[in-house]
């Protein structure tokens, strides 16, 4: 029909109700401007922003700012992107040092194929910018593709990787790995700076960042 994942030969990722159906380490190509659907399309999900309504809180456990749910998010739901400023990795490097000096950074490797791009959403962004790590995450990163078909440079989505109650504290897994199925999910391999609180670190950083994620299957380090 000459929408995106049929044209490239992709399964389309997404259910009717626009929950995403493929697993994680797969990439997402939506429709974009080059398509004939319109903007109800059910391929068009990541690029219609966040659905649900969404806070900012203060932890009481020492992990600075966090995102809360004001909503109920069903499992597979997109929740948000991680949204920030595309610099080199150089550049990242360069940062990432000024943010181990100042206890904080918002750095978010885009590695699908190649490490040459880094997100920053020190200074510009969304609410994605304060939400914690857990070893325990109700949220999962996928690599999405829509205007732009650059491997180098994808979108980073978040989705629901279970049903999230109304309150819930979001979070997402800043060290994620995803098992190696096939050639195609090798490729997903997010690396993370701390963001929102005052642990410190970078992905380049060597020291051990202690966890205070509370889950029960904490790692105890974030790196």
Same mark, same amino acid.
């Given at each position: ?23 994680? &380490?797969?990439?997402?190509?939506? @429709?974009?401007? *080059?398509?004939?659907? %319109?903007?109800?399309?059910?391929? $068009?999900?990541? =690029? #219609? &922003?966040?659905?649900?309504?969404? @806070?900012?809180? *203060?932890?009481?456990? %020492?992990?600075?700012?966090?995102? $809360?749910?004001? =909503? #109920? ?151």
């Amino acid at each position: 029909g000459g929408c995106c994942p049929g044209a490239s030969r992709h399964r389309f990722a997404y259910n009717e109700a626009g929950q995403v159906r493929i697993r994680a &380490g797969l990439p997402i190509y939506e @429709c974009n401007a *080059r398509c004939r659907c %319109g903007a109800e399309c059910p391929n $068009r999900v990541v =690029q #219609r &922003g966040i659905r649900y309504d969404l @806070c900012i809180f *203060r932890t009481a456990d %020492g992990r600075g700012w966090g995102v $809360r749910t004001l =909503q #109920r998010i069903r499992k597979n739901s997109f929740v948000m992107e991680y949204v920030g400023e595309i610099i080199t990795s150089e550049e990242a490097e360069r940062r990432g040092q000024v943010y181990d000096r100042q206890g904080a950074t918002y750095l978010f490797d885009l590695d699908y194929v190649e490490d040459v791009y880094t997100v920053d959403a020190a200074h510009y962004g969304n609410i994605s910018h304060f939400v914690n790590h857990s070893c325990d995450p109700n949220m999962q990163v996928y690599n999405v593709f829509i205007e732009n078909l650059d491997q180098r440079l994808p979108r980073i989505a978040l989705f629901a990787t279970r049903a999230i109650r109304a309150g819930e504290e979001l979070t997402f897994d800043y060290n994620m790995h995803v098992d190696p199925v096939d050639a195609e999910s090798t490729r997903m391999d997010s690396n993370f700076g701390l963001v929102g609180g005052s642990l410190g670190g970078s992905p380049r950083s060597r020291a051990r960042i202690e966890c205070k994620c509370g889950a029960a299957s904490c790692r105890k380090y974030l790196f």
